[in-house]
C-alpha cells in the first residue's frame, strides 16, 4: 500500500468504528492545547494523556504494565507536573520540549511525545510501536521500533512523521488516525 492523500482520507475516516476513544481523543486534541497554554488545567487533565497512552491500546498492553506507568506517573507533585507542562509549551525545541517531561516521574520519551501532541498537535505526534511500526512497514522508517526510543529516535520518526503528512496533504492527527486504522487491518 502507498500512502497517498486519498488512502490517508479513507482510512482517518474509518478511525470511530476501529478505537472507541476517537469521540474523546478529538475533544482533547481540541481541548487540551489552550488548556495547557494558559496553565488553567488540573491534574487530571495532565493525567489523562498519562491514562491515554496505554488504555488507547484497548487491551494490547497487559493491565499490570499499564498501571505500573500510571502510578509511577502518580508519584509526580502537581506543582511539578505543571511546571514540565509549561516548559514544554515555551519551549523552542523538540529536545527541550521533551527533557521538560521527562523529568516527572513515570514519562518517558514516550509518553512525553504523548503530551507532546496534545500540547500541539499541529506539529508533534505521540511515538508508539504501532506508529512507527506501520511506517516502517509501508517503507517509511529504515530501523525497527528502538527500546528504549531516545529523544533522537523521536525526532527522526517525527521529521519521517512530517513529511510523510505533508505529502499526503494532511494533518499529523490525521495522518495518526489513518495509521492506527491501517494498523488495525492487518
Known sequence: MELTAAVVDEKRRAYPEVQAL????????????????????????????VQWYGRRFLGEIPNADRRAIEDAYDENDYEDVHAAISAAVEADTTTEMVSSLTDLAGVDVPIASAFCQFIDPEHYVVVDSRQWTTLRDLGELDEPYPDPVTTDAYERYLDTYRAVAEGCDCTLWDLYRALWVIAAEK
Open 22 to 49: 476517537s469521540t474523546v481523543e478529538e475533544e482533547h486534541v481540541d481541548l487540551l492545547p489552550e488548556t495547557f497554554a494558559s496553565g488553567d488545567y488540573g491534574w487530571r487533565d495532565a493525567e489523562w494523556v
